[in-house]
C-alpha cells in the first residue's frame, strides 16, 4: 500500500547556493529552519525592488527514517517551486524541473539511499534542491514583462511516498450522462505488466455506504478502462448542492492490495452552447472574479487555511459563482474547496501576453499537461484555459495545446483567453477580455462582432486597469468604480450570447515596475490586498440571494463631493425594496433601478431624494408648492446656478406668493439638502424582502469610535503543515460604518501558539486593515491585542489545536 508522508517540517534553507553545499551536505550552520510553504523572501507591502526575491537558493532536508520492501519504490512530491529547480539526494543530482506552477515527483534511487531493508539504518539521508527564482527566459511565463509578481522557493506543499512498484497512475474518472442517467468511467495507467491474478477494485461510496463495486480480473482491460454502473439514485454536483461522492480504486496483485487511490466525485454535465453556459442542463450566467494566488508579504506561500478562505470569500461573501485562476494553476487547496462548495472554475496554463521560442513552448505544453492531469477530477473546473493569456496568434503552438487538452480530457471545453477581435478560433469557447467600457460607453462588444462567428463566447476579464480605483479614493471615484462592474454585469446579463462576465479581479495585488500605480501595486481589485471590500465588491455580493444584502456607497459627508453636492445615493443590495428615514421621519421608498440595469438580478437602488414630505409637513408651504420647492432645491443640487428656465419662473412666482427672499432660499437649501445647523443628522435604510425588514444600515454623524477585530475563524488546526487565519480591523462609528479616513498606526501583540506573517506595526488603510497568523506547531489559547496610536484597544483569542 502506499505511504504518503507529509514533508513540510524541519526544512533548512539558506538563500544562496554554493557547491560546497553538496560536498558539505550535513552542514546546518549557514542554514536557518522554516516550514513548507515558504517564500524565499518576505516583501514589504509596497515600494520594494522587484529583483529583491529573483536569486538562487537552497532548501535541505534530513528524510525519515523508511522502512521500505524489495519491490517498493520511495518518490518526493512537490506540488510547487518557484521556478526551476534542481533535486539531489545526499549530493547527487537526481533530476531538475522547469516551470513553477505544476507539481513534479522525483525518484530517490535505493542505490543512493543510505538505508536498508527490514528497518536497518543506517547513516542520514539528505534531499537538497537548489531553487532558481529568477525570471529566466526559457520558463513560461518569463521572458518579457508580467504584470504580477511570481516570488520564489518552495511554495506549495511537499510529500514523501512510499508505493509499490505496480500501481495505477494517471487516474482519471469520467462521469458522462447517458439517456438521463450518469456512468462512471476510470481511466488509469498500470506502471508494471500484469499477471492473471492481478485485480482492480472500483468501488463509489456515499459517505460509508457503497453505491457500486465492479472488480475487473486479470486486468481485461480496454484502453485501461473500467466502468461502473451506478445503480442507485446519484445527486447531481450544482452551486446550490455539490454533492461529492468518494471513489476508492484498488489494485491488488495475489489478492493482497498493493496500491490504492481515493478521490473525491461530482456527478455533473457543464456544456458552452451559442447561447450560453449550461450546468446539468440548466442554463446559468456565469459571473465571476479572476484571482492570483498572492498574499501580502509571503506571496504564493500559503497552506489550505488561506485557500480555503478566498474561496469562501468568493462564495459566500461575494456570491459569484465562477472564478478564473488568473494566469496558471491554482493551489490544490483552492480546487479541493471549489468542489466543495460548489465555486466553478476556469483554469488555465501558465503565461502572460508573451510565447517564447520553441523549448519555452514545449516547457508551456508541458505545464498544460501537468495542469489537467493533475485536475481532471475536480467537478468545479468547467474549462480549460489552453492559450497565453492575451497573446498574439500562433497556430503550430496553439493547435498542439488544444489538441493536447482534447486528447488528455475531451470531456471539458477548451477556451483561448485573449484581447483583440478575429484571432483564430482553435478552441470551443471564444474567451475574451473585453476592455470596451470607459464608463460613458457600451459596457461589452457584441460576440459576433469580436469573434467573427457565431459560437460559445465567455468575457474572462473586464474594468480592471481602465479604473484603478484605491480604497481611499475619494468617494465619487469608489462609487463609479462600483457602477462600471454593475454595467458590464448588466451587459452580461442582458445578451443571449455571452455566457458571463468574470470581473478583473478579486483583490489589489503587487506587481512589476511596468504596471500598477509606482508602488508595486496593481489597485484592480474589488477587495484591497488585505481582502477588505471596495464599494465595488457590493455590486457582486448584492448579486445572490440566499442571505440579505445592503451597503449604502456614501459617507453622508458634503465636503467630500464638488460644490458640497451630495447628489443621489447608491444603495447596493439584493432587497425588494429600501425605506429611508431621516431622524426617524420617513422619507421615501426606493426600488432598484431597473430603468439602467433591466437584466441584473439585483439592480442598484438609487436615492434620489432626502427630503420626502418634510417641506411641507415642517414648512408653511401647501403641499403642491412643497413638491415644487422640493424639486427646484434637487435641481439645484444637480444643476447649480444653471437652473432650467421653467425652474427661475416658478422660483418667482413662489418668492412674490410667500414673500420670500434669496436668503430664505439659501435656508431652505441648507437645511433640508446640506442639513446645516441640525442638531443632529441621521438616515436609517432599511431593506425590505417580502414586506419585511430583513437588513437596515444607518449613517449619521461619528460621535463614537470603536476598533473592531473580527477573524476569518476561531480555531486553527495543524495538521500536513501549519495553519493560518486572517485577523481584520476596522476603525468603526457607533453605527458601524468603516471611517475611510482613519490611518491610526496599529501595533499587533501575541501571546501563545501563534505567529504573525508580516511586521507588527503598520498602519490602517482606508479605516481598515488586516494580517495573517500561523500556528507555531504547540497548541493553545492565543491571545491577540491590537492598539492604536489614539489608545483604542481590541482584543481576540483564538484556540490552537
Request: glycine share 6%; charged share 25%; net charge negative.
Amino acid at each position: 500500500m502506499i505511504q504518503r508522508i507529509p514533508l513540510n517540517n524541519h526544512w533548512l534553507f539558506k538563500p544562496s547556493f554554493e557547491e560546497n553545499d553538496l560536498i558539505n551536505i550535513e552542514d546546518i550552520n549557514s542554514f536557518e529552519s522554516i516550514r513548507i510553504p515558504h517564500t524565499n523572501k518576505e516583501l514589504p507591502y509596497h515600494y520594494f525592488d522587484e529583483n529583491s526575491y529573483q536569486f538562487v537558493s537552497s532548501y535541505k532536508i534530513k528524510l525519515p527514517h523508511l522502512e521500505f520492501d524489495t519491490d517498493e519504490e520511495i518518490s518526493v512530491y512537490f506540488e510547487g517551486v518557484m521556478a526551476y529547480t534542481e533535486i539531489y539526494l545526499n549530493g547527487t543530482f537526481l533530476g531538475e524541473h522547469f516551470g513553477g506552477y505544476t507539481p513534479f515527483e522525483i525518484n530517490l534511487p535505493k542505490g543512493l539511499l543510505h538505508l536498508q531493508a527490514a528497518g536497518l539504518v543506517g547513516q542520514d539521508n539528505w534531499l537538497f534542491l537548489k531553487v532558481d527564482s529568477r525570471e529566466r527566459d526559457d520558463i513560461p511565463p518569463f521572458g518579457y514583462v508580467v504584470d504580477y509578481l511570481t516570488y520564489g522557493g518552495i511554495y506549495r506543499e511537499v510529500q514523501l511516498q512510499v508505493q509499490h512498484k505496480k500501481r495505477l497512475r494517471n487516474i482519471k474518472v469520467e462521469t458522462p450522462l447517458l439517456e438521463q442517467n450518469f456512468n462512471l468511467d476510470v481511466y488509469f495507467d498500470v506502471t508494471q505488466s500484469t499477471v492473471p491474478t492481478d485485480e482492480v477494485t472500483i468501488e463509489l461510496y456515499d459517505q460509508k455506504q457503497c453505491l457500486s463495486k465492479h472488480t475487473v480480473s486479470e486486468l481485461k482491460l480496454v484502453d485501461n478502462q473500467v466502468h461502473l454502473g451506478v445503480q442507485k439514485q446519484i445527486t447531481k454536483w450544482s452551486l446550490e448542492t455539490p454533492k461529492l461522492y468518494e471513489l476508492k480504486i484498488t489494485l491488488s496483485s495475489k489478492q493482497v492490495p498493493t496500491y490504492s487511490f481515493t478521490t473525491k466525485v461530482g456527478f455533473r454535465t457543464a456544456v458552452f452552447e451559442n447561447d450560453g453556459f449550461y450546468l446539468n442542463g440548466n442554463k446559468i450566467k456565469l459571473r465571476g472574479l479572476n484571482r492570483h494566488q498572492s498574499y501580502p508579504y509571503v506571496g504564493y506561500a500559503m497552506p489550505q487555511g488561506a485557500q480555503y478562505a478566498d474561496a469562501d470569500m468568493l462564495k459566500f461573501e461575494l456570491g459569484v459563482n465562477v472564478v478564473r485562476s488568473s494566469h496558471y494553476p491554482p493551489s490544490r487547496h483552492f480546487l479541493n474547496r471549489c468542489d466543495e462548495i460548489g465555486l466553478l472554475v476556469v483554469e488555465e496554463l501558465p503565461g502572460w501576453q508573451h510565447i517564447g521560442d520553441t523549448a519555452w513552448q514545449k516547457l508551456a505544453v508541458d505545464s498544460l499537461e501537468e495542469m489537467i492531469r493533475r485536475d481532471w477530477n475536480h467537478p468545479s473546473v468547467i474549462l480549460w484555459g489552453t492559450r497565453i493569456n492575451e497573446s498574439k496568434d500562433n497556430h503550430q503552438f496553439y493547435s498542439s495545446t488544444s489538441s493536447l487538452a482534447k486528447k488528455l480530457d475531451a470531456t471539458r471545453a477548451t477556451g483561448g483567453v485573449r484581447n483583440f477581435a478575429g484571432s483564430e478560433i482553435l478552441e470551443d469557447v471564444y474567451t475574451y477580455n473585453d476592455f470596451l467600457h470607459r464608463g460613458n460607453n457600451q459596457a461589452l462588444d457584441q460576440p459576433q462582432k469580436i469573434a467573427k462567428r457565431k459560437m460559445p463566447y465567455l468575457v474572462t476579464e473586464h474594468n480592471g486597469h481602465m479604473f484603478p480605483t484605491k480604497s481611499f479614493d475619494s468617494e465619487a471615484k469608489k462609487i463609479e468604480h462600483a457602477l462600471r462592474h454593475a454595467r458590464v454585469l448588466n451587459a452580461a446579463y442582458s445578451t443571449t450570447g455571452i455566457s458571463g462576465a468574470i470581473g478583473w479581479c478579486m483583490f489589489d495585488y503587487n506587481t512589476h515596475k511596468d504596471f500598477g500605480s509606482g508602488d508595486k501595486i496593481c489597485y484592480h481589485g474589488v477587495l484591497d490586498m488585505f481582502r477588505n471590500p471596495k464599494y465595488a465588491a457590493g455590486v457582486y455580493a448584492s448579486q445572490q440571494s440566499k442571505m440579505p444584502y445592503l451597503t449604502v456607497a456614501s459617507n453622508f459627508s458634503i465636503g467630500d463631493y464638488d460644490a458640497s453636492e451630495l447628489g443621489k445615493i447608491v444603495v447596493l443590495t439584493n432587497c425588494d425594496s429600501v425605506k429611508v428615514y431621516r431622524n426617524d421621519i420617513y422619507i421615501n421608498t426606493f426600488y432598484p433601478d431597473k430603468d439602467e440595469f433591466s437584466a441584473l438580478p439585483h439592480p442598484p437602488i438609487i436615492v434620489d431624494d432626502l427630503i420626502g414630505n418634510l417641506l411641507y409637513e415642517n414648512e408653511r408651504f401647501s403641499e403642491k408648492d412643497a413638491k415644487t420647492i422640493k424639486r427646484i432645491l434637487l435641481h439645484f443640487l444637480k444643476y447649480g446656478g444653471q437652473l432650467p428656465i421653467i425652474d427661475k419662473l416658478q422660483m418667482g412666482m413662489l418668492f412674490v406668493k410667500y414673500k420670500m427672499s434669496f436668503a430664505d432660499a439659501a435656508d431652505l437649501y441648507g437645511k433640508y439638502i446640506a442639513g446645516w445647523g441640525e442638531k443632529s443628522k441621521t438616515y436609517r435604510f432599511d431593506g425590505i424582502i417580502d414586506e419585511e425588514v430583513v437588513t437596515k444600515v444607518i449613517k449619521s454623524s461619528s460621535d463614537v469610535f470603536e476598533l473592531k477585530i473580527t477573524a476569518d475563524k476561531t480555531e486553527l488546526y495543524e495538521d500536513e503543515t501549519y495553519d493560518v487565519t486572517r485577523i481584520s480591523l476596522a476603525f468603526v462609528d457607533q453605527h458601524g460604518s468603516t471611517l475611510s479616513y482613519a490611518n491610526h498606526i496599529a501595533t499587533c501583540n501575541i501571546k501563545g501558539p501563534l505567529e504573525l506573517i508580516g511586521p507588527s506595526t503598520f498602519p490602517l488603510i482606508a479605516g481598515s486593515r488586516a494580517f495573517w497568523v500561523k500556528t507555531t506547531g504547540s497548541s493553545g489559547v492565543a491571545q491577540i491585542e491590537v492598539a492604536l496610536d489614539n489608545g483604542l484597544k481590541a482584543n481576540l483569542d483564538l484556540i490552537v489545536n
